[in-house]
């Protein structure tokens, strides 16, 4: 008994320290609430071992959450455009093939200024431009929205004939590098996470020995 007495005396004295050691610490109230506060009408049950795993339990649903409101849309999946650019050469053109699709469960809406939708430039291997496609071009000055939905694409093909700039004709054996870009902006339907980035791609295409490489960058 007299054993049983002491203990308890030397764990309320302890106690009493580790209070006092608290209540002179500056994060003492920040602390005591962020590791014990329970939710409203939540009630907490069982030993102490009970409450540690809850604890624990709640900080590692709370870094996921946090990690994936960082990566991802409050729903989880993630919200973003896919481009892609393929190029090939055949005849005499060079055949431009750009698509983007849209990944994410929501519609993506693209909006745009005028009657151009997108622009590409092709570049040499001394990084010298030998065509713009919109370059001399006209388009019309009216608003329009393209309404992408979720898992659709959108599709755009063109051509280059090898003539430059200058009105000459380029030689099509050679490095080339291709850059296509959507020329509208980003509107959407609900919280949507849309690099600008992913309306544009690049690509490089060797034609020097018919091989047809690309390689995307």
Not at 49 to 76: A, P, S
Not at 102 to 116: A, E, M, P, R
């Amino acid at each position: 008994m007299r054993k049983n007495g002491k203990k308890e005396k030397a764990f309320v004295l302890m106690s009493l320290i580790a209070i006092l050691m608290f209540i002179g610490s500056k994060n003492f109230i920040p602390d005591l609430v962020g590791a014990f506060a329970l939710k409203k009408g939540e009630i907490m049950e069982g030993n102490e071992d009970d409450m540690d795993k809850h604890l624990l339990k709640r900080r590692v649903d709370e870094l996921k959450f946090q990690r994936k409101g960082v990566n991802q849309g409050e729903d989880g999946e993630s919200e973003r455009l896919i481009p892609n650019l393929s190029v090939r050469v055949e005849d005499g053109k060079m055949l431009i093939d750009f698509t983007l699709e849209n990944v994410s469960d929501q519609t993506i809406v693209l909006s745009f200024s005028s009657g151009q939708k997108y622009d590409f430039w092709i570049y040499n291997d001394q990084n010298n431009l030998l065509y713009q496609w919109s370059e001399g071009k006209m388009f019309t000055m009216a608003l329009e929205t393209i309404p992408l939905q979720p898992n659709e694409r959108l599709v755009f093909n063109e051509s280059w004939d090898f003539i430059g700039r200058n009105g000459k004709k380029v030689n099509e054996k050679g490095v080339f590098q291709i850059v296509f870009q959507i020329t509208g902006t980003i509107e959407g339907e609900g919280k949507i996470n849309v690099n600008r980035e992913d309306l544009k791609d690049s690509i490089s295409i060797d034609t020097r020995e018919n091989t047809n490489d690309e390689k995307n960058h």
